[in-house]
Structures are given as structure tokens and as C-alpha cells.
């Protein structure tokens, strides 16, 4: 079935510091992808999307490059901020199903 | 556009007793809403999908008679916790789905003692 696998967290990072959050997916045909975003305390904000490969998502400084051939989605940012700490979830839904599957989430707490 | 809302954001209820959380879609009709589970420092686990005028379509594991879920309109499902014990202390999320995606309530805090 499929599955989406993220780096585990926490990531620590300085303000400023460049972001990679890696994830990596398994499916069986062609899943559009997302990064969702959870700040403490509140439920799931769609961060970017990207539904076919070499497509690009991005909002609010965030990237992530749809790419098949390695099945990825990595999340980047170049300078992150304290505000950005979060904890960012990966998902894929596939043909018909609205429905995502995610990743178990990545912790990111940012230091001034 | 697009915005779903829980209430209540937190509830506190003894052991023993039934608590009602309520997911509404504020600008749009919903035909189909799915309610999560997140345990802490843990993904969602989707517990149901609700369908309007019909019943709830649960996911393997997830007791229909213990959590109990109503979608009597196209902009509100209601998820009853009945006989809350204290595992069922959790963070629960619903979401709604519009235009191929799903959008998601703030989600409500529920503590059993």
C-alpha cells in the first residue's frame, strides 16, 4: 500500500539556517503530493502541493520538487524563522481517494 | 475560503461519561468529513469518514459504537465519545473535503479523568 516516510525529528535549527526536510513516498500509480504544516496546539494547514513530477509547490518561503524518479518530495527553505517552528507532515493522496496518507511528522523548532 | 471549525477546542470530562465535538464547514457544503486520532508526537490516524445522510465508514480498529459519528448536514458532523475512558484522551482533527482536497479544523483537546 502506500506509504510516506519523513526524517525523524526533532530539527533543531538557528534562525536564518537553511531547512531541508527530507520524504520519501511509496505508491502505486500517480499520487499528488503535500506538505502539511501544524502549529502547537492548532490541527493540520496545507503548507504546498504538487500533483504531477518535476512540479514545483511552494508558499511562504517553502519549496518542495515533485520528483518521481527518486520518489521524493523534500521540503527546503533558505532562512528559516522562530515562527516557522512546527511540526510538518508529508502526505500523498492517490487517484480518486481525497484522502492522505501521512507521514509521521517532522518537529521543527527554530532558535533565535 | 475554505474553513472548518471544532468545537470545543478543549474538553475536560470524567471517566464514564459522553463528550460531543463538533466539526463545521463555515463556507461551504460538505458532503464528505473524516475524523482523525493524534496521539502525541504521533502522525493522524483517520478514524472515520462521515458521509452526509448516511453512516459513518470506519477504519479498521476504530469501535463504531464507542465513537459515534452524525453528519445530519452538509456543514456539520458531530463525533460522540461515549463511555470516555481515560485512553481515550487524545487530539482529535476533522476535516472536510472541497474541491479535491481536505481542509482541516483546529481540532479539540480531549482529557479524561
Known amino acids: 500500500g502506500d506509504s510516506v516516510t519523513q526524517m525523524e525529528g526533532p530539527v533543531t535549527l538557528s534562525e536564518e539556517a537553511f531547512l531541508t526536510i527530507n520524504c520519501t513516498y511509496t505508491?502505486?500509480?500517480?499520487?499528488?503530493l503535500f506538505w502539511y504544516v501544524q502549529y502547537p496546539g492548532e490541527g493540520l494547514q496545507l503548507l504546498l502541493k504538487?500533483?504531477?513530477?518535476?512540479d514545483k509547490g511552494s508558499n511562504k518561503g517553502f519549496e518542495a520538487t515533485y520528483r518521481k524518479e527518486t520518489t521524493s518530495f523534500h521540503l527546503e527553505k533558505g532562512s528559516v524563522q522562530v515562527s516557522d517552528s512546527a511540526v510538518y507532515f508529508c502526505?500523498?493522496?492517490?487517484?480518486?481517494?481525497?484522502?492522505?496518507?501521512f507521514g509521521r511528522g517532522t518537529s521543527l523548532i527554530v532558535h533565535p | 475560503g475554505a474553513v472548518v471549525s471544532q468545537h470545543p477546542s478543549r474538553v475536560i470530562c470524567k471517566s464514564g461519561t459522553s463528550v460531543k465535538i463538533e466539526c463545521r464547514s463555515l463556507?461551504?457544503?460538505?458532503?464528505?468529513m473524516f475524523w482523525y486520532r493524534q496521539f502525541p508526537k504521533q502522525s493522524l490516524m483517520l478514524m472515520a469518514t462521515s458521509n452526509e445522510g448516511s453512516k459513518a465508514t470506519y477504519e479498521q480498529g476504530v469501535e463504531k459504537d464507542k465513537f459515534l459519528i452524525n453528519h445530519a448536514s452538509l456543514t456539520l458532523s458531530t463525533l460522540t465519545v461515549t463511555s470516555a475512558h481515560p485512553e481515550d484522551s487524545s487530539f482529535y482533527i476533522c476535516?472536510?473535503?472541497?474541491?479535491?482536497?481536505?481542509?482541516f479544523g483546529p481540532g479539540t483537546r480531549l482529557t479524561v479523568t
Open positions: 505508491a502505486t500509480g500517480y499520487p499528488s
Open positions: 502526505a500523498l493522496s492517490e487517484g480518486g481517494s481525497y484522502i492522505p496518507t
Open positions: 504538487a500533483t504531477k513530477a518535476d
Open positions: 463556507d461551504f457544503q460538505a458532503t464528505t
Open positions: 476535516s472536510a473535503q472541497y474541491s479535491y482536497e481536505q481542509y
